[in-house]
């Protein structure tokens, strides 16, 4: 009596390991989804800064009121970045030659990302079965009285 009920514990053990590797490698893309999600909102944060910097300064520099707001705040501003400009020229072949280096890398690196996963063989052995049978892990009627009888589907 004991014996086919182990048979269909074990059956129903084989039908439920792959469906908790699958349910870790969603735990894995959830949490790099999330991360990603993170670096972008902090982004946004530091663009709308600095947007709503460059709106108020333009504010205060057009309006003929705000002389004196201009004069203290606009123009040390402006000098500082002017001094920036005229230090990065004395350097600005190197400079521009490693900003070049740096963003072409990372475009190469970016693509050459995007080219790997789309020749994954795995993820497209994933996206056949999808497109092939619907979702694999749901059990048929066949499969449960497969499980009844003892019968293992392999």
Same mark, same amino acid.
């Given at each position: ?8 514990? #074990? @059956? ?8 908790? @590797? /699958? ?14 999600? @993170? ?14 910097? @460059? ?11 705000? *002389? ?21 020229? #004395?350097?600005?072949?190197? /400079? ?21 996963? /789309? ?25 449960? *009285? /497969? ?8």
């Amino acid at each position: 009596m004991g014996l086919p009920y182990s048979k269909q514990i #074990h @059956a129903a053990f084989d039908q439920v390991t792959p469906l908790v @590797a /699958a349910g870790f490698e969603v735990l894995q893309t959830t949490k790099n989804i999330s991360i990603l999600l @993170a670096v972008i909102q902090v982004l946004t944060v530091v663009f709308l800064a600095m947007i709503l910097t @460059a709106m108020l300064g333009l504010l205060i520099t057009m309006n003929p009121d705000m *002389e004196r707001e201009r004069q203290e705040l606009v123009t040390p501003i402006m000098k500082w970045l002017a001094g920036l400009f005229i230090v990065l020229d #004395h350097i600005k072949k190197s /400079a521009m030659v490693v900003v070049l280096v740096v963003a072409t890398g990372c475009v190469i690196g970016s693509l050459g990302g995007i080219w790997y996963t /789309a020749r994954d063989p795995t993820l497209q052995e994933g996206l056949e079965e999808g497109v092939e049978g619907g979702d694999s892990n749901e059990l048929t009627g066949e499969d449960i *009285e /497969a499980i009844k009888k003892g019968e293992s589907k392999q």
